[in-house]
């Protein structure tokens, strides 16, 4: 019956994989969830610091968001005179 249902000895396993290979999944899952996890946690930490800053004193929310919005002007400007060099 070997014939029709192959052989009746189960196959070898593969080798389990070595803690490098486990090192290197982690850093790459690491590495690809770095940025957004980052992202997200920055605005979160940003918006709860804006909130803790109104909630202080009102000029001191505004005061931030002044802030914020002269480094967007500041950045734009920068990347004004700063043109990418294209091919």
Same mark, same amino acid.
């Given at each position: ?25 982690? #850093?790459?899952?690491?590495? %690809?969830?770095? =940025?957004? !996890?980052? $992202? /997200?946690?920055?605005? *979160?930490?940003?918006? &709860? +610091?804006?909130? #803790?800053?109104?909630?202080? %004193?009102?000029? =001191?929310? !505004?005061? $931030? /968001?002044?802030?914020? *919005?002269?480094?967007? &002007? +500041? ?13």
């Amino acid at each position: 019956m070997g014939f029709y249902y192959g052989p009746n000895q189960p196959q070898d396993e593969p080798p389990p994989g070595s803690w490098k290979e486990t090192a290197i999944i982690i #850093w790459v899952v690491f590495k %690809a969830l770095a =940025l957004p !996890l980052g $992202l /997200l946690f920055g605005a *979160v930490i940003g918006f &709860v +610091v804006l909130l #803790w800053a109104f909630l202080t %004193a009102v000029w =001191l929310g !505004l005061a $931030l /968001l002044g802030a914020l *919005v002269a480094a967007v &002007v +500041v950045r734009g400007i920068w990347e004004a005179r700063h043109p990418p060099d294209l091919p």
